[in-house]
């Protein structure tokens, strides 16, 4: 059975910092590009950050670069997301998402159930 468990949201204050994690069973990991999307209410899902299967080139959506990384542990078969300097304008429902990256995988991806993460004072 195939799940992608997303964990680590909540509520943080504007300038906070917050670490969101994304564990995944039932297919091979490492085979796997590992994304953050998020949605806000009202608006279209978006990217976030994007990471391959080896872990480097790492990409990020404008309004996140130089405070979010991404990053992938493929022995725990989890990935990552490191929020910092958060803003209000980062409220959103945080989703992760798997999409094959190998031959085999290539017609398989998987998105998480998401988690709230909610920046205000």
């Known amino acids: 059975q195939v799940q992608l468990v997303e964990s680590g949201g909540g509520l943080v204050q504007p300038g906070g910092s917050l670490r969101l994690s994304c564990a995944a069973s039932g297919f091979t990991f490492s085979s796997y590009a590992m994304y953050w999307f998020r949605q806000a209410p009202g608006k279209e899902r978006e990217l976030v950050a994007a990471?391959?299967?080896?872990?480097?080139?790492?990409n990020y959506a404008d309004s996140v670069k130089g405070r979010f990384t991404i990053s992938r542990d493929n022995a725990k078969s989890t990935v990552y997301l490191q929020m910092s300097r958060l803003k209000p304008e980062d409220t959103a429902v945080y989703y992760c998402?798997?999409?094959?990256?190998?031959?085999?995988?290539?017609?398989?991806?998987?998105w998480g159930q998401g988690t709230q993460v909610t920046v205000s004072s």
């Open positions: 990471i391959p299967t080896t872990g480097g080139n790492t």
């Open positions: 998402y798997a999409k094959g990256a190998t031959v085999q995988a290539s017609a398989y991806d998987y």
